[in-house]
């Protein structure tokens, strides 16, 4: 049977539910804030024509995208990027649970989506002291309904999050359920002596919440989790087909590697390390696909102008490099792996984060007095 009863049930049997808020998953009927038809695993689910496995996967721990391009209608074949989700209940419950929300806490969530998480924390702690923020008039209508039909009324409300809501502010509590680079130094000012959750990173690597807690106008905290959110919508950079950002191959400056790409790609922390020197560039894994295990990594700018490929063959200690463009984005690679491999190899927990009044986010390494050198942009 699908129902949120079963939701909690397999959440439960994951360990995934926090006790405290087990009652509040097991209370707001998930079905309520899905459309009529979401994206689940690469596969459409439409409820009037598959009702049995759109319950299915309504009450599974599972992410379902419900919204891409903005809502904007796309043509045939164009790119789909992915833009609004009813995110995968566990992630939210960890998201949650470092949030440490209890009753007669106020608490801002910016970016309502759907508006299921804004339900589980009206329910908890009452709907009076949850305030939500939306920059798409769409989603924030709807959010305003699907909490209504499950019986709550938070204040759900239509603007930029990224600068807080300061017309209720202050707040014991922020979480974010969308990834932004920096931490806007508006949500430190509206949360004085509380904690913010956010999920956070560039381009490169944006796995990790950022979890602060802010003492005198300075936001102070290390990094959790491996969430996967949509970005913020302020300076989204383009995303696309790989045609869409290699060009000019016959240009190309070739050269040779000994760093093996799946070593990059095969630890996290290192991706983290690389992410701080390289926030405004993606990458791209291609296997081949006659069987050989080859593949190509590539790395994209975010502003078209350059890339960069390495070709992984089984068997060798060197692999072939093409890059082009005026930045050399694997030898950035290169640098910043070989640094994260100087200091030891640090795991992503030793990584702190702190937010200063004059807007500047600085990253440090096991204390504030050791700074990790970041490619940082114009503060927020």
């Not at 060798?316 to 005026?326: H, S």
Request: glycine share 10%; charged share 25%; net charge negative.
């Amino acid at each position: 049977m699908s129902s949120p009863e079963r939701l909690v049930e397999i959440l439960v049997n994951k360990g995934a539910v926090p006790v405290e808020w087990r009652e509040s998953v097991g209370a707001v009927p998930r079905e309520l804030f899905l459309p009529e038809t979401f994206e689940a695993g690469g596969r459409v689910v439409s409820r009037s024509r598959t009702p049995a496995q759109w319950l299915r996967y309504a009450y599974g721990d599972l992410p379902l995208t419900t919204q891409y391009n903005d809502g904007r209608d796309a043509p045939q074949g164009a790119y789909l990027l992915p833009t609004s989700s009813s995110s995968m209940p566990s992630v939210m419950l960890e998201m949650l649970r470092l949030l440490q929300a209890a009753p007669g806490h106020r608490v801002l969530e910016a970016g309502a989506g759907t508006g299921y998480n804004a339900a589980w924390l009206a329910h908890r702690l009452g709907s009076e002291n949850v305030v939500s923020v939306e920059v798409d008039p769409v989603l924030a209508q709807q959010a305003v309904k699907n909490c209504a039909l499950a019986g709550y009324c938070p204040a759900v409300v239509r603007g930029d999050a990224d600068r807080g809501w300061p017309d209720s502010a202050p707040y014991d509590r922020l979480l974010a359920t969308y990834t932004v680079p920096r931490i806007p130094y508006a949500w430190i000012e509206q949360v004085p002596g509380g904690r913010i959750v956010a999920p956070w990173g560039g381009s490169f690597f944006h796995a990790s919440y950022a979890v602060l807690d802010v003492v005198d106008g300075v936001g102070r905290g290390r990094f959790h989790g491996f969430p996967a959110f949509m970005r913020t919508r302020n300076g989204r950079p383009h995303r696309g087909f790989l045609c869409d950002f290699v060009h000019h191959a016959e240009l190309a400056e070739e050269t040779r590697t000994t760093l093996d790409p799946r070593a990059v790609l095969g630890d996290s922390d290192a991706l983290f390390h690389i992410g701080l020197a390289l926030p405004d560039a993606w990458y791209v894994l291609v296997d081949a696909d006659d069987g050989s295990r080859e593949s190509t990594l590539w790395i994209l700018a975010d502003d078209r102008r350059s890339w960069a490929s390495v070709d992984y063959v089984p068997g060798r200690d060197a692999y072939a490099v093409e890059q082009y463009g005026p930045r050399r984005l694997w030898e950035t690679v290169e640098t910043a792996y070989g640094d994260w491999a100087l200091r030891g190899r640090p795991a992503r927990d030793r990584y702190g984060i702190t937010v200063t009044p004059d807007g500047r986010q600085r990253i440090w390494l096991d204390g504030e007095d050791a700074a990790v050198p970041t490619a940082d942009g114009p503060t927020v």
